[in-house]
C-alpha cells in the first residue's frame, strides 16, 4: 500500500514553469511504476506522463512531450514533473498515481493505477 501527497500546483502565466512534487509514503515505493494524470474541467481524465520503477523508461503524452519532464528520486520516495512553456490548455488538476511496475516499459492505461493522490490544480492564465 502507499499513500501520495501532490504539491507544487498554482497560478503560472502562460509561457511560465511549475514542478510539481509527490511525497510517497510506504516502504515499497521504488517497486511502483508512478504517473502525472491530469483532468480538465469537463474532460475525462488523460495520462500526462510515467516513469519505470528503475527511471529507465518514460512516457509522455503528445501534448506535453518537449515541454514536460518526470522523473523520481527512489531514496526520498519522491516523484517530480517539471513543466515549462506552460499553456492555457494545460489547466487542469494534476494527479499523482501509482502503478505495476511492468518490465522494460511504463502502463499507460488509467486503471492500471491502484493508488492515487488527491490532486493539485494548476492554473495557466492567458
Known amino acids: 500500500q502507499v499513500q501520495l501527497v501532490e504539491s507544487g500546483g498554482g497560478l503560472v502565466q502562460a509561457g511560465g514553469s511549475l514542478r510539481l512534487s509527490c511525497a510517497a509514503s510506504g516502504r515499497t515505493f521504488s517497486s511502483y511504476a508512478m504517473a502525472w494524470i491530469r483532468q480538465a474541467p469537463g474532460k475525462e481524465r488523460e495520462f500526462v506522463a510515467g516513469i519505470s520503477w528503475s527511471s529507465i523508461s518514460t512516457y509522455y503524452a503528445d501534448s506535453v512531450k518537449g515541454r514536460f519532464t518526470i522523473s523520481r528520486d527512489n531514496a526520498g520516495n519522491l516523484v517530480y514533473l517539471q513543466m515549462n512553456s506552460l499553456k492555457p490548455e494545460d489547466t487542469a488538476v494534476y494527479y499523482c498515481?501509482?502503478?505495476?511496475?511492468?518490465?522494460?516499459?511504463?502502463?499507460?492505461?488509467?486503471?492500471?493505477?491502484?493508488?492515487w493522490g488527491q490532486g493539485t490544480q494548476v492554473t495557466v492564465s492567458s
Open positions: 498515481a501509482a502503478g505495476p511496475a511492468f518490465p522494460g516499459r511504463v502502463p499507460t492505461r488509467l486503471f492500471d493505477y491502484q493508488h
